[in-house]
C-alpha cells in the first residue's frame, strides 16, 4: 500500500463530500446554490474579478434559497395591493436603458430579416427571426407589456372575420367601467377585499386521488384543450367581471394543477363583490376558439409532412401537394374548434387587511409557488400514473398556438413555419410532460396590482435594509458601477474559480451582512421603558 494511492482515496472522498457541507451552509446562510458565474472587468484599472450572480430559480429543488426569496418577493407584491386604499401610481411607462439598448437591437435585426427574405437567403433569415423572437423574449422579461411588431411587416394578412364568427356576448351586465381600481369602504372603516377560487369543468367522475372512476369515459380531449386555452379563459373572466360590476377590478392569482391535473385558480381580488356576481359572471363567460378545427389527424408517427426548400413549405409525403396554410386554415374556419368553460364550483370569501386571515390567504395563494408542476402533482398510485399519461398524451396532439408545430398534424402549416420546424414536435411548455399542460405564466397579477414591478418591490427592499444600517452608522453608499464590464463565463471555462470558493465568499459576505443588520435592529429597539408607539417608527428618530 503505497502513500500516494491513499492520498487518491482521500481527494476522491472529500471533493464531493466537501461541496455537499458547503451548498449545505449556503442553504442554511441563504445564499444561491448555483450561481452564475460572472467575469466583471473595470475598464478603468483593468482589474478582473469573478463574481458570483443568483440563479434565481423559484423551483425549491433547484435552488432553495432563490425558490424562497423569490415567493417572499410574490407575497409582498400580494400584501401590497389586496387592500390597497390609494390609486396606485402607474410606474411603468418608463422604459430603462436595457429596455431601450435592445428595442434598438431588434430594430436592427428586422432590418436584416428583411433584406435576407428580400435576396431569398433563407436559411440566413430564419437565424434572425429566432433572434428576434428571442430579444422579445427578454424585452418580456425585463417587464414590458404588449405585442411587439411583426417582422414580416402589415402585410401580413388580417383573418377575415365574418359577423357569425364575432365572440358571442354573455348573459351579462355591462356598465361603463370606470378607471377606479381600490374597493368601497364600509360603515367609515372596513375596506373588504376577496379570495376568490375558480375550478375548470367535469370531465368525468374522479377518485379521492384524481383519477377516473372510468378512464375510457373520461374527456381527455377537453380537458388538453381547456388547460391551453385555461389563461385566455381567465383573461375573459376578468373583462366580464369588470364590466359586470363597472370598476376596473384589480387581481393578484395564482393557477396550481389540482388532484386531478386540471388548473384552477386562487385570487385575491381588491375591493369586495358581491358572490352572486361572481358566481353570474362565472356561469355567463366562456372562450371560443377560432382556429382551424384539429379533430381527426391527417399524419401521424410513420407518415409526417416533409419540408420542400425550393416552395419552403409542408408538403405532403406522397402527392408532394402543399399543405393548408395558416391564414386559408382561418379563413375556412365555421365554427369554433374549442369552447371552454369554468366548472360550475365558485368559492369566495371576503377578507379584511392585516388581519391573521389575510396573512393565511396570503400563504394559500404563494403556497406551491416553490414547487414545478410536476412536484404538485406527483403521481403515486398507478392509477394516477396512468391518468398522467393519457393526458400527457392528449396534450401531445393539442396544439398550443397558432405557431405550434403540432398543426403539421392535422395538415396544416403553423404560422411562421420554416425548415427547423419538427412535424408534432413544439417546444411550448403545453406539451410537457412535467407540466401536464398548465399556463407557463404561474403567478398573474393586473396591472394596477400595486402600480410596482417585482424589480420595484425588490429595490424597496434593499433601500429598507440601507436605510436601516445607515441609521446606526453602518453607510453602504451606492457603488458607481458605469465602469464594470459584465461577461457571462461559457460554460467549461477554466480561468474563473470553481463554484466552491463563490459560494465561500457569498457565504461569508452573508455573514457579515446579517451581523450588521442585527445590529441595526437591536439599535432600532426602544430602550426599556418606553413607550410602543416609538419602536413602531424607529426610522423618524
Ligand atoms: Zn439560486
Ligand atoms: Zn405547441
Given at each position: 500500500m503505497s502513500i500516494p494511492e491513499q492520498d487518491d482515496t482521500v481527494v476522491r472522498l472529500r471533493g464531493p463530500l466537501s461541496a455537499d457541507v458547503i451548498t449545505a451552509a449556503a442553504e442554511q446562510h441563504g445564499v444561491c446554490v448555483r450561481p452564475f458565474t460572472m467575469e466583471v472587468t473595470d475598464s478603468d484599472t483593468g482589474s478582473v474579478r469573478h463574481v458570483g450572480v443568483p440563479c434565481g430559480s423559484t423551483v425549491e429543488s433547484v435552488c432553495a434559497p432563490c425558490a424562497k426569496k423569490a415567493k417572499a418577493l410574490r407575497m409582498v407584491q400580494c400584501r401590497e395591493g389586496w387592500h390597497m386604499a390609494t390609486e396606485p401610481v402607474d410606474r411603468r411607462g418608463e422604459a430603462t436603458a436595457d429596455q431601450r439598448a435592445l428595442v434598438e437591437y431588434r430594430a436592427d435585426l428586422v432590418a436584416a430579416y428583411r433584406e435576407s427574405v428580400e435576396n431569398g437567403e433563407a436559411g440566413e433569415a430564419d437565424e434572425l427571426r429566432e433572434e428576434i423572437r428571442t430579444v422579445d423574449g427578454e424585452l418580456h422579461a425585463s417587464g414590458m407589456r404588449g405585442r411587439m411588431p411583426n417582422p414580416d411587416g402589415a402585410g401580413r394578412r388580417a383573418p377575415k372575420r365574418s359577423t357569425?364568427?364575432?365572440q358571442d356576448v354573455p348573459d351579462l351586465p355591462r356598465l361603463k367601467v370606470a378607471k377606479r381600481t381600490v374597493g368601497r369602504e364600509y360603515a367609515g372603516a372596513y375596506r373588504p377585499s376577496m379570495f376568490v377560487t375558480l375550478t375548470c369543468d367535469s370531465y368525468g367522475r374522479v377518485r379521492g386521488d384524481g383519477s377516473p372512476v372510468n378512464p375510457a369515459a373520461y374527456d381527455y380531449r377537453r380537458a388538453a384543450r381547456d388547460a391551453v386555452h385555461f389563461a385566455s379563459l381567465v383573461d375573459r373572466w376578468w373583462q366580464n367581471l369588470r364590466r359586470a360590476v363597472g370598476w376596473d377590478v384589480q387581481y393578484f392569482a395564482t393557477v396550481e394543477p389540482q388532484k386531478r391535473t386540471a388548473p384552477h385558480l386562487h385570487a385575491a381580488i381588491r375591493g369586495s363583490v358581491s358572490h352572486e356576481v361572481l358566481r353570474q359572471v362565472t356561469a355567463a363567460t366562456y372562450l371560443q376558439v377560432w382556429w382551424?378545427?384539429?379533430?381527426?389527424?391527417?399524419?401521424g408517427r410513420y407518415r409526417l409532412p416533409v419540408w420542400d426548400p425550393e416552395e419552403r413549405e409542408f408538403v405532403d409525403p406522397d402527392t408532394r401537394a402543399p399543405l393548408t396554410a395558416w391564414a386559408d386554415a382561418v379563413d375556412q374556419?365555421?365554427?369554433?374548434?374549442h369552447v371552454a368553460t369554468f366548472g360550475a364550483q365558485v368559492h369566495s370569501k371576503g377578507i379584511l387587511g392585516g388581519t391573521e386571515e389575510s396573512g393565511r390567504h396570503i400563504g394559500y395563494l404563494t403556497k406551491y409557488l416553490t414547487k414545478s408542476t410536476g412536484e404538485v402533482v406527483e403521481a403515486t398510485t398507478d392509477a394516477q400514473r396512468a391518468h398522467h399519461e393519457r393526458l400527457h398524451a392528449e396534450l401531445q396532439i393539442t396544439p398550443c398556438s397558432p405557431r405550434c408545430a403540432v398543426w403539421l398534424l392535422y395538415g396544416v402549416q403553423p404560422l411562421g413555419?420554416?425548415?427547423?420546424t419538427v412535424p408534432g414536435h413544439c417546444k411550448g411548455r403545453a406539451h410537457r410532460r412535467s407540466t401536464l399542460g398548465l399556463p407557463g405564466r404561474r403567478v398573474l397579477v393586473s396591472r394596477k396590482w400595486s402600480g410596482k414591478t417585482l424589480a420595484d418591490h425588490k429595490a424597496d427592499r434593499v433601500g429598507f435594509v440601507r436605510r436601516m444600517l445607515a441609521a446606526v452608522g453602518i453607510a453602504k453608499p451606492e457603488r458607481d458601477t458605469s465602469r464594470l464590464v459584465w461577461r457571462k463565463l461559457a460554460p467549461g471555462d477554466t480561468s474563473a474559480p470553481p463554484r466552491a470558493h463563490l459560494l465561500m465568499h457569498a457565504i461569508s459576505e452573508r455573514i457579515t451582512w446579517r451581523a450588521e443588520y442585527e445590529t441595526a435592529l437591536l439599535a432600532a429597539q426602544p430602550p426599556?421603558?418606553?413607550?410602543?408607539l416609538s419602536a413602531t417608527r424607529p426610522m423618524a428618530a
Open positions: 357569425k364568427r364575432r382551424p378545427s384539429h379533430d381527426e389527424q391527417v399524419y374556419v365555421e365554427d369554433p374548434a413555419v420554416t425548415s427547423k426599556p421603558g418606553e413607550s410602543n
